[in-house]
């Protein structure tokens, strides 16, 4: 009986060599030149046969040739096929590999939950992995151009400069987020961009070469409203001249077409390529009353 434990210990162990072994074959380095010469580096994960995921901020400075080196196999380089500033992430195509594509979860991170983050820190440092939990959701991360990542995952495994475009997976392999940055003056603070926008975003990128969204024309932040479900929603703070329909300042949006509207993000995924320069109802509380304005969003492509 006094040996369970360390029984226990041994088989917890050996689940997570058996999942590191798994996971770091399809791990890649990411490297290559900027245009001021400066070497750059950082990590990314196989999607699909010849596609592989990484963060923007990992490529957008690097200039071709980009090499990428999965464990056991020779420097192969890569070229950047699609990006995407707004989520921070990027795809690269390489000549088809043989290492085994990850799986997105479907099912997405949970408060609480082990995780595992694999990447090559500082550069120097290829098959690492860190373990911790997931410790935060829904997190915003600025991104110093006055935009910010919504509904981001924070952990507490070590993240570190070269990790960024690793992936964060749970207990069984699958992805949950792609690692993107860590709060340097801070300890145990990383973040990692969730499971549900990688698919989002991935297919896009590798279908069009970039995210095409919409814009309702008006600028918001959240506040407390009495009338909104769970007594938050996003409010219009400022309506531009090219407006996609009347909106008026103080309108809270509740909903987009068939999407309920709660935060940024949903917003985010509300405007996108099928709702572009297209009619849809926009559902805002105005006042006492509930109104639905018919709106023609406008294309807004983003490109990396």
Do not use: W
């Not at 500033?85 to 997105?104: E, F, K, M, N, Y």
């Not at 939950?113 to 935060?136: D, T």
């Amino acid at each position: 009986m006094s040996n369970t434990p360390g029984r226990l210990l041994r088989q917890f162990s050996d689940e997570i060599i058996d999942l590191a072994e798994q996971v770091v074959l399809s791990t890649a380095i990411v490297k290559g030149q900027t245009h001021d010469f400066e070497e750059g580096s950082g990590s990314a994960f196989v999607y699909d046969v010849e596609h592989l995921v990484t963060n923007n901020h990992v490529v957008q400075d690097l200039v071709e040739p980009i090499y990428v080196q999965l464990p056991g196999a020779q420097r192969a380089e890569a070229r950047v096929v699609g990006r995407d500033p707004l989520t921070d992430l990027a795809i690269l195509r390489v000549d088809p590999q043989s290492a085994q594509p990850l799986t997105i979860s479907p099912q997405g991170a949970r408060l609480g939950e082990l995780c595992f983050a694999f990447g090559s820190p500082l550069g120097e440092f290829p098959e690492s992995i860190s373990i911790g939990i997931v410790s935060g959701l829904k997190r915003s991360l600025p991104t110093g151009d006055k935009q910010a990542i919504f509904d981001v995952i924070q952990t507490d495994a070590a993240i570190n400069p070269g990790n960024s475009g690793g992936p964060l997976v749970n207990v069984d392999g699958q992805v949950i987020g792609v690692n993107t940055a860590a709060i340097p003056e801070a300890d145990g603070i990383g973040f990692a961009v969730p499971a549900d926008t990688v698919a989002e975003v991935v297919h896009e990128l590798i279908t069009y070469g970039a995210v095409e969204r919409a814009s309702l024309g008006v600028s918001v932040a959240r506040r407390a409203v009495n009338r909104a479900p769970g007594g938050h929603a996003l409010v219009v703070t400022a309506v531009r001249d090219n407006s996609a329909g009347p909106f008026e300042r103080g309108d809270a949006i509740v909903a987009v077409g068939d999407r309920d509207i709660d935060s940024q993000n949903d917003l985010l995924r509300a405007l996108r390529r099928d709702v572009a320069n297209r009619k849809v109802s926009v559902v805002v509380l105005r006042g006492d009353h509930e109104v639905s304005i018919e709106c023609r969003p406008r294309s807004v492509r983003t490109f990396g």
